[in-house]
């Protein structure tokens, strides 16, 4: 196999990788809806727990469907972090 073949593959690869990503992502987020209130905040280390038996994702595939989608990640002043969301 040349490094060109082998370089389109790995592009196939993680074109596919992406696609699936946002599926699960989307499929997991439809259940919730962004939380303007900040009462419910959810850490991206628990969206990847949430989905770790179906997908395999980073954190940062987390993070850009997150804000692609409206979410907002928020700092409070207690030192807690996370994704602003509630279930809808």
């Known amino acids: 196999m040349?490094?060109?073949?082998?370089?389109?593959?790995?592009?196939?690869?993680?074109?596919?990788?992406?696609?699936?990503?946002?599926?699960?992502?989307d499929a997991y987020l439809a259940n919730y809806e962004p939380?303007?209130?900040?009462r419910s905040l959810r850490t991206t280390d628990a969206i990847l727990r949430d989905l770790d038996d179906m997908v395999e994702l980073n954190p940062n595939d987390i993070a850009e469907v997150m804000l692609d989608r409206g979410f907002r990640l928020v700092f409070l002043s207690n030192g807690r972090h996370g994704w602003a969301m509630r279930q809808g």
């Open 35 to 38: 939380d303007d209130d900040n």
């Open 2 to 25: 040349s490094s060109e073949d082998n370089n389109t593959g790995q592009a196939i690869n993680a074109m596919a990788t992406g696609r699936l990503a946002t599926a699960a992502l």
